[in-house]
């Protein structure tokens, strides 16, 4: 089980939101490429950017601290960004700067053609970010529920070549109320490809529950108000989980 840190970058800055409201944001340093460090030397082995401004405005807006992480960090350990990312010249911009994944979320539900083609171009670097509240997937920085089913998108997507599906459940996410596990098992069971779970992580407690459920096809999780609360030890978690999952 990974455990990947999430860097979220609002005006340059790192910063937490809850359940994806920017007017609920709270600031947890100044410096990314020092906190991207900062992971690293806890034992962080990936990174998860996104870029907060870039999700709302539909094009990217943290490209500098972006690229300051990536030289930071980016030769040691994988990185994966999301926010914003809506056309190929994004995509290959960030590519050859050092990112080794693209998280393409609301453009996958709106413009499934332009998924398609970015994994024909960069196969092996595309993961999508399905957001979901209910089951249903929500777009446009979470602002839109549309009605698409979850494993419904999940499986279309698969069949489009993606590495990999982040779950997110967005009425956890930033609360600290504990891992969907249930509808992030039911994801991964439903697919072939591995789920990263998201949203909610309150403690070892989930850590553990997500170990035990590795073996479906959960292979990840992602780090995020807990680990900047001190509700979780990033080193102590990773370790626990490589001692239960080898």
């Not at 407690?205 to 680990?227: K, M, N, P, Q, T």
Request: hydrophobic share 40%.
């Amino acid at each position: 089980m990974l455990l990947i840190p999430a860097i979220d970058l609002k005006d340059g800055q790192c910063v937490r939101l809850k359940q994806g409201d920017m007017a609920q944001s709270t600031t947890f340093g100044e410096d990314p490429a020092a906190m991207a460090r900062s992971w690293v030397s806890k034992g962080a082995r990936r990174l998860h950017l996104v870029d907060l401004n870039g999700a709302f405005a539909g094009h990217p807006k943290n490209e500098m601290a972006i690229r300051k992480i990536l030289r930071e960090v980016g030769s040691e350990v994988d990185v994966q960004l999301g926010g914003g990312i809506r056309d190929l010249d994004t995509i290959e911009r960030y590519l050859d700067a050092g990112l080794r994944f693209v998280i393409i979320g609301t453009a996958a539900v709106k413009n499934p053609g332009f998924l398609q083609d970015a994994c024909t171009a960069f196969g092996g670097h595309i993961i999508v970010g399905l957001d979901a509240r209910d089951g249903k997937v929500a777009t446009d920085g979470w602002s839109k529920l549309t009605r698409h089913d979850v494993v419904d998108l999940g499986k279309k997507f698969e069949d489009y070549g993606v590495e990999s599906i982040i779950y997110t459940d967005i009425g956890r996410d930033g609360m600290l109320t504990g891992i969907n596990i249930d509808s992030t098992v039911r994801l991964a069971q439903a697919l072939t490809i591995p789920v990263i779970a998201s949203g909610g992580l309150s403690g070892i407690a989930d850590i553990e529950a997500l170990c035990a459920v590795e073996d479906e096809g959960v292979e990840a999780v992602i780090c995020g108000r807990a680990i900047y609360s001190g509700d979780l030890d990033f080193a102590a978690a990773q370790t626990r989980a490589d001692e239960l999952n080898g």
